[in-house]
């Protein structure tokens, strides 16, 4: 099993990346750094053909020992397709070309995209 210390934004987007095959990964630390609380954008042509509730399998059980060892996790999953399809659009209501507007993990229930009351 992981060790909850050693789970960090980096060893996430790692691990996603070679065990999902992914193309796109983001991953936040919701928990002030504490490496509690993290919410991600996964994009893997893994998911291709898959509804939801298959893609958050297919996420929880390449990070299996990870999630057990923290508190709270959340995933939004897309293809390579969905993705750029998304980011078409942040563009499009934006009129912005950079990464600004862009599709991010959901960061509901936070403040600032850090989870309240947490010092860390």
Known sequence: MADATSITEESLKTALTERLKATHVEVTDM?????????????????????????????????????????????????PEEWERARAEAHATTGTTGTEGEPHPPLDGTVGGKVDGVNA
């Not at 053909?49 to 897309?78: F, M, P, Y």
């Open 31 to 79: 928990s002030g750094g504490c490496g509690q609380s993290f919410t991600t954008l996964i994009v893997s042509p893994v998911f291709a053909g898959q509804n939801s509730l298959k893609r958050h399998r297919a996420v929880n059980t390449a990070l299996r020992d990870e999630i057990a060892a923290i508190h709270a996790w959340s995933a939004k999953c897309q293809t």
